[in-house]
């Protein structure tokens, strides 16, 4: 889908919303600014990693080796939601790319290198693959990136 967005849009930026996405105000967050190639929001739940928890680590080093990412490339995200720290981890339900960026390509490159590699943790846990392979498309891309604030996308789960 991300694909075929990129080859019929006609606008400068392409938004990728899931269907249980519901609007409550106009999104502006969206809109990128010139310094800007992608914007999301980072994901708190797992696979996060998250200071003095390195469950997920081990997940994260055997996929960002996939795509020549360092996880100390990986930077620290400030949610602003009084949660601590984390590694930057998209969340794939909300975020926008330029079109004129290699977002595009490299995402579904991304996406078909990382399921075929099926990379799982010892635990069983599965992660979706199109989150996952987000922050090493951003950071191995080199794409200008924006941390989506919790007005431009405030994420339910259930237990909320």
Do not use: C
């Amino acid at each position: 889908a991300v694909a075929v967005a990129q080859r019929v849009a006609k606008t400068g930026s392409v938004a990728w919303v899931d269907s249980d996405v519901l609007f409550a105000a106009p999104p502006k967050g969206l809109l990128l600014t010139g310094a800007e190639d992608f914007a999301a929001r980072s994901e708190f739940l797992p696979p996060a990693i998250v200071p003095e928890n390195p469950a997920h680590i081990a997940y994260w080093r055997n996929v960002l080796s996939l795509f020549k990412v360092d996880i100390n490339d990986v930077p620290w995200v400030d949610r602003l939601d009084g949660r601590p720290l984390q590694k930057m981890y998209f969340n794939s339900g909300v975020f926008v790319w330029r079109r004129a960026s290699t977002f595009a390509a490299a995402y579904v490159a991304a996406f078909r290198t990382l399921y075929s590699a099926r990379i799982g943790q010892r635990n069983g846990a599965f992660h979706f693959i199109d989150q996952v392979v987000l922050t090493p498309v951003v950071l191995r891309e080199k794409l200008r990136w924006r941390h989506l604030n919790a007005d431009e996308h405030f994420m339910l789960f259930q237990g909320f």
